[in-house]
């Protein structure tokens, strides 16, 4: 069984918790940061966080929303909130996040400093695939990120993350999408890997028939079971691969 605790770090003068998990047994750990959807760290999160430990890395799921008070935790029926608590966030405030964690899991006797991949959900997809591009970040797995590209309704000037950050990207890259997302078109998905794989980066995409948006989260009506049997072992796997 892993052993969970709750840390914390400052960013910008703004105290971040940090939920933990760890395996069991001695020695230093590759760890893998775990981000969010625009939910929260709620129990999803950390059941999952709690996953990566029992498969041997040492886990941290920070607290994105801590600018607005520690334990944010939205209930999934209230999309608005959700959405404007994710509005808060620019995306330095979101690199100091992520930089913030690196830099606890480097100081960290329990973690291997040199070995450290980052997974995120929603929000967090976008999260990790900016993660990518950070110093630190071995290897970056991505869960129906939203926001790297604009969504199908999103007026013609939106910006294109993608198109400000490819370049940057230095981890490599396994994503996980559904066909019935109606935030990100299977078209979207195949411009990203277009996109990263022309600049030489190292992108493996997955689609799954019939998922949609969240497939993973149990706790969601989106939760479609097949897709998330088959996404969990070539996370780890990738994971595997890239983290000694």
């Given amino acids: 069984m892993a052993t969970s605790d709750v840390a914390e770090v400052n960013v910008g003068g703004s105290p971040m ?21 625009i939910f929260g760290v709620n129990n999803d999160v950390r059941s999952i966080a709690d996953r990566f430990a029992d498969a041997g890395y040492f886990a941290a799921a920070p607290e994105m929303f801590h600018r607005s008070g520690k334990g944010v935790d939205i209930p999934f029926s209230e999309m608005q909130a959700a959405f404007a608590e994710r509005g808060k966030l620019s995306n330095d405030d979101i690199t100091a996040d992520v930089q913030a964690t690196i830099d606890y899991l480097r100081s960290n006797p329990d973690v291997d400093a040199d070995n450290i991949g980052i997974v995120g959900f929603c929000f967090g997809g976008m999260v990790s695939y900016l993660g990518s591009t950070m110093s630190g970040i071995k290897a970056a797995a991505v869960y129906y990120g939203g926001g790297i590209l604009p969504r199908p309704d999103a007026p013609a000037d939106a910006p294109r993350l993608l198109d400000a950050t490819a370049d940057a990207v230095q981890a490599p890259i396994i994503g996980f999408w559904g066909t019935e997302d109606g935030g990100i078109p299977v078209s979207n998905v195949e411009e990203i890997e277009r996109v990263l794989k022309e600049k030489g980066k190292s992108i493996e995409n997955h689609v799954y028939e019939g998922a949609g948006h969240g497939f993973f989260c149990t706790e969601r009506g989106s939760y479609h079971e097949a897709a998330s049997a088959d996404s969990w072992p070539k996370t780890l796997a990738f994971f595997g691969a890239h983290l000694k």
Wanted: no cysteine.
């Fill in 17 to 37: 918790p940090i939920y933990t998990a760890r395996p069991d047994g001695g020695g230093k750990s590759a760890a893998v940061i775990v981000i969010q959807e």
